[in-house]
């Protein structure tokens, strides 16, 4: 029996490509988080979170063969991340999450990572 990676349950990659776009468009709007990110459209940023995230969840390395180890806390570490930070971003990630079309396991197994990630991100 071969399992199946969540990259390939959810469809692949235009999956996290859609459930990053829904939380950048969130983002966009939110006076607490907005300020933390560069100027601009955002474009970059969602380019490198869906990345990350197709390869953490089983796709392609493409991610790590451009930006190397993706050392989270490290490249966050710049940016002041309280427990207020970490609730708006989580609040996001979850909606998107929330919106998309994962099924109960994918999106709990989502759900468990997103929230894990977002305590390991508090500096603050």
């Given at each position: 029996?071969?399992?199946?990676?969540?990259?390939?349950r959810?469809?692949?990659?235009?999956f996290?490509v859609?459930?990053?776009?829904?939380?950048?468009?969130?983002?966009?709007?939110d006076?607490?988080l907005?300020?933390?990110?560069?100027?601009?459209?955002?474009?970059?940023?969602?380019?490198?979170?869906a990345?990350?995230?197709?390869q953490?969840?089983?796709?392609p390395?493409?991610?790590s063969?451009?930006r190397?180890?993706p050392?989270?806390?490290?490249?966050?570490?710049?940016?002041?991340?309280?427990?207020?930070?970490r609730?708006?971003?989580?609040?996001?990630?979850?909606?998107?999450?929330?919106?998309?079309?994962?099924?109960?396991t994918?999106?709990a197994e989502?759900?468990?990572y997103f929230e894990s990630a977002?305590?390991?991100?508090?500096?603050?």
């Open positions: 029996m071969t399992v199946m990676s969540l990259y390939e959810v469809g692949g990659s235009a996290f859609t459930l990053v776009d829904h939380f950048y468009d969130g983002v966009a709007g006076p607490l907005r300020p933390l990110y560069r100027e601009g459209d955002l474009v970059e940023e969602r380019r490198w979170l990345l990350f995230l197709v953490y969840w089983g796709g390395g493409e991610y063969s451009l190397g180890h050392r989270l806390r490290m490249r966050h570490m710049p940016f002041a991340i309280g427990l207020e930070e609730d708006a971003w989580l609040a996001h990630m979850l909606g998107a999450v929330a919106a998309s079309s994962a099924g109960p994918e999106r989502l759900v468990a977002a305590d390991f991100l508090v500096n603050r």
